[in-house]
């Protein structure tokens, strides 16, 4: 009956009740509790900090849409501006094609009437040169050189 199973069974139950004795199961049950414990602070912990960080993601997709907003009311309000200006410079380059139109206009006009009165002035003194010519053929002496000078002197005078 004392087999080697036997000495193994005893010792074993004489390791199991030293062990007893000595608390053994007590500080591996402390030991477990502490370790358990501690992952239950470090669980808190990294739900603490997942809220946080769910928290800032949360912060930052808002902040992420109102810069969207923000960004599309810059670009409508460049494109408004584009807009106002392209108004402005069209209105722009209409009066100042009508203000030089108006001018060479009269530019034109001017040179139309200059034109005329150098005609009128060349043709007075045309029909001057001729007048005097056919009247000093025909009026000879001092008579007729009076009359001719008056008649060129009225004739200026018409014409001018």
Do not use: C, W
């Not at 997942?50 to 009311?73: D, N």
């Not at 139109?101 to 006009?109: D, N, S, Y």
Request: glycine share 6%; no cysteine; net charge negative.
């Amino acid at each position: 009956m004392l087999n080697e199973e036997t000495f193994v069974a005893f010792g074993f139950l004489l390791l199991v009740g030293l062990f007893a004795y000595l608390g053994v199961h007590k500080k591996i049950a402390g030991a477990l509790d502490s370790r358990g414990e501690r992952i239950k602070g470090e669980l808190a912990e990294a739900q603490r900090l997942r809220a946080e960080a769910e928290a800032v993601l949360a912060s930052f997709g808002k902040r992420l849409q109102e810069a969207e907003a923000e960004a599309a009311a810059v670009v409508a309000q460049a494109h408004a501006e584009a807009d106002r200006l392209a108004k402005e410079a069209a209105t722009r380059l209409t009066e100042f094609v009508e203000r030089r139109t108006k001018q060479a206009q009269e530019k034109i006009a001017a040179a139309e009437a200059q034109a005329t009165a150098d005609v009128r002035a060349a043709a007075a003194d045309a029909a001057t040169k001729a007048a005097g010519l056919v009247l000093k053929e025909e009026a000879k002496g001092p008579f007729g050189e009076q009359l001719v000078s008056s008649s060129i002197n009225d004739l200026k005078s018409l014409f001018h």
